[in-house]
């Protein structure tokens, strides 16, 4: 009990309680002085002839762009280059008179600044004053500046063309010439070469097994809706197909995931059949909606596949994780497959999976392959005509490049 006393003695209490808390402050003082901001000590400015300031400051609206920007270039101080200058603050103010706000500083060897916050319907004085910094006896750091004249008015303006994108114009106007160009050639009935597309001659042999065989003919439009381009081109291609089948009195079953490639795909059936003088023999039934879940279309199909066994399977359009599981099915039914899409990560299973495919652009160029109508003829040969420029750009660009001539990228530059 006397052992408790003594412990608990309020005699006691100073002798524990005032180094205890003169540690506490010592831990406190420690940890302020890590966590104050580096910034805590303010900065004091001095105005002074000491450093000489930049010449020929000169402010203008920054060219080629919406506005908004104001460009301020300058001659390094003469100070400079013997390392007195830190750097140079940009100071802008309504009014030549008038309070002078810091807008931002640029190191020292640094020409130009660019003020992108600026509105049109002002104008503005700029200041560019050198400074230099150090610290004084007390550890607080000392700016000196070297404040210049005032510059300006200027205000910002934004252009109506972008002049440095000038070439791109003429490229992009030199491929459109040679679209119109090679239309009209098209109309007069001028031959207009285009490469063979293997995937698309086999549409016939395909067609025509199926016919030999009895059995169905299957085209998956793939996933995507109408406003996907590659289900258009599927589109497209599905006309061909419809009029071979027409011909041959051979079913052709479409079965899609989407309502409106649905109500399209049956259009251009209808049209094909008609144009082929067999309107009579086209069914609804033909094409019809299955579902909208990706997994749930491509077991409802693959199950098709299986049960039917049809003689050809054909896919055009946009395809996804579903493509290796069509095509695999179809591989195992022993059917003539005939793919394109421009998926490029689904095109290593239709190559592998498939008898035929279409790769990338070769399914957007088979309506033109197809149809033969000048319109799409000419688009194509003049788009041709633009891709072949630009690979002799290419070409000329990386010699002149590497040979340390001249940088031909510039001239697309579109930044």
């Known amino acids: 009990m006397q052992l408790q006393n003594r412990i608990f003695d309020s005699s006691c209490c100073p002798r524990i309680a005032v180094p205890l808390f003169s540690l506490l402050l010592s831990v406190s003082s420690v940890f302020s002085q890590v966590n104050a901001p580096s910034n805590s000590i303010p900065t004091e400015t001095v105005i002074s002839n000491s450093i000489q300031p930049p010449i020929n400051v000169v402010v203008k609206d920054r060219p080629n762009d919406r506005g908004g920007a104001v460009v301020i270039s300058w001659e390094l101080s003469p100070d400079d280059a013997d390392g007195k200058v830190s750097g140079y603050l940009i100071m802008r103010s309504e009014t030549a008179d008038g309070a002078f706000e810091e807008l931002g500083d640029a190191v020292r060897g640094a020409t130009s600044f660019s003020d992108n916050a600026t509105n049109d319907d002002k104008q503005y004085f700029y200041r560019v004053d050198a400074f230099t910094e150090s610290l004084d006896a ?102 061909r197909v419809a009029e071979l089948a027409a011909q041959y009195d051979t079913w052709l079953e479409v079965p899609v995931s989407k309502a409106m490639v649905m109500v399209t795909a049956r259009e251009s059936m209808k049209e094909a059949y008609t144009k082929v003088g067999r309107p009579d023999s086209f069914r609804e039934a033909q094409v019809h909606y299955l579902t909208e879940d990706q997994f749930g279309y491509a077991a409802a ?38 793919a394109g899409t421009a998926q490029q990560t689904q095109l290593p299973f239709f190559v592998t999976a498939c008898d035929y495919t279409l790769i990338g652009e070769e399914l957007f160029a088979a309506s033109a392959y197809l149809s033969h109508e000048p319109r799409q003829l000419g688009s194509l040969k003049g788009q041709d005509i633009g891709k072949a420029l630009f690979l002799i750009a290419l070409v000329v660009g990386a010699i002149l490049a590497v040979a340390k001539v001249y940088d031909l990228s510039q001239i697309f530059k579109v930044d």
Do not use: C
């Open 138 to 239: 007390a550890g607080q750091k000392v700016r000196t500046l070297s404040v210049s004249m005032p510059v300006g008015p200027v205000h910002s303006l934004g252009q109506w063309f972008n002049m440095d994108r000038i070439w791109v114009l003429l490229f992009l106007g030199f491929v459109a010439a040679a679209i119109v160009y090679y239309i009209e050639k098209a109309k007069k009935g001028d031959h207009i070469y285009v490469r063979k597309i293997a995937g698309i001659d086999a549409v016939d042999e395909a067609v025509g097994r199926a016919t030999e065989m009895g059995k169905k003919i299957f085209f998956i439009p793939g996933i995507q809706d109408m406003n996907d381009v590659q289900t258009i081109a599927g589109i497209a291609i599905l006309g």
């Open 301 to 338: 199909v693959s199950g098709m596949m299986v049960r039917e066994r049809p003689a050809t399977m054909i896919y055009m359009g946009a395809f996804f994780a579903e493509s290796l599981i069509f095509a695999e099915t179809g591989n195992s039914i022993g059917a003539i497959q005939i």
